[in-house]
Every structure is written in C-alpha cells, then in structure tokens.
C-alpha cells in the first residue's frame, strides 16, 4: 500500500489542523493506521492509531482530548483532527500501516510509510 499525508502547514498555538492521510490499493480496510510525529533532533514518536474497522482507537498521553483519529474506509484515508496544538508539536507528522501489530505505539512494527507533512505551530 502507498500512502500519501497531507493537510500539514503553519498554525498558531491553540488553533486546529487536520491531517489526512490517503491509501491506495484496495485493501485499506485490512491495514491498522497509525500517526507518528518527528521533531528536529528528536525520535519518531506516537501519536495516535486506529484498528481497521475503526471502532478501536488509541492516543498518546501528550494528545488525549485534544486528537482524534478516524477513517473513511470508503475513501481509504485516515484522518487526525488536532485542535489546541502548542509550539512543542511542531514537527512532521507521518501515516502509517500495519497489517498485523502487538504494540501500536512502536514504530518499528508499522510495515508501510508516508512521506510526511509538516506542522508548524507558532507561539
């Protein structure tokens, strides 16, 4: 599966953006999505994923209440609905697939990649 993100782009703190993340192929519904975020000089870290029917979701501490992740299986996209943001979630954020998982958090067992769009959050 290719995966395409999009919807990143300048935003001041406490404003909104939502990112989408469009899958091609046929098979989106099979897939686990998950997001990830990569700061300068930082780790890849979580932020958030959802189960392939979309009914399971699950958040990193630092995002509940604020995050939502959903998906359209009809359109294979998955989206992050990100209100409140603060200047320390400026980084590029990425979709992710995987087909089969044990940890959703751990980047290492997600099998497909976007490229990343980037946010940008001003103080």
């Known amino acids: 599966v290719q995966l395409q993100a999009s919807g990143g782009g300048l935003v001041q703190a406490g404003g909104s953006l939502r990112l989408s993340c469009a899958a091609s192929?046929?098979?989106?519904?099979?897939?686990?999505m998950g997001w990830f975020r990569q700061a300068p000089g930082k780790e890849r870290e979580f932020v958030a994923a959802i189960s392939r029917s979309g009914v399971i979701t699950s958040y990193a501490d630092s995002v509940k209440g604020r995050f939502t992740i959903s998906r359209d299986n009809a359109k294979n996209t998955v989206y992050l609905q990100m209100n409140s943001l603060k200047p320390e979630e400026t980084a590029v954020y990425y979709c992710a697939a995987v087909v089969s998982i044990r940890s959703w958090s751990n980047a290492y067992e997600y099998d497909y990649w976007g490229q990343g769009t980037l946010v940008t959050v001003s103080s």
């Open positions: 192929g046929r098979t989106f519904s099979s897939y686990d």
